[in-house]
């Protein structure tokens, strides 16, 4: 699992529910900016990974089952890309 994998599951997911992926950090009581591109890296150009909280958060906000989001993991649509 990559770091692009877990981010890109998320605008998935969040698309897949009719949202953007602030609509779905803001429908789950996070901060809008939350799954915000430019949050996604800190300052000195590491990964930020998205908690296992805002995950849990974002899949119990839509009704969904975690199968639900994971499947956005193993997508097709998700393999061998980065970050540009």
């Known amino acids: 699992m ?3 994998q ?3 599951a998320i ?3 969040a698309r897949a529910h009719g949202l953007s992926c602030s609509g779905l950090a803001k429908r789950s009581g996070l901060d ?3 799954f915000n591109k430019s949050k996604r890296f ?3 150009n590491q990964p930020r990974w998205p908690s296992t909280s805002s995950i849990a958060k974002i ?3 839509t009704g969904a089952k975690p199968q639900d989001f994971f499947k ?3 997508s ?3 393999d061998n890309k980065s970050f540009k």
């Open 2 to 4: 990559t770091h692009y």
């Open 11 to 13: 605008e998935l997911f």
């Open 32 to 34: 809008a900016t939350t």
């Open 59 to 61: 899949i119990s906000a």
């Open 72 to 74: 956005f993991l193993i």
């Open 76 to 78: 097709d649509d998700t």
């Open 6 to 8: 877990i981010w890109h």
């Open 42 to 44: 800190t300052k000195y």
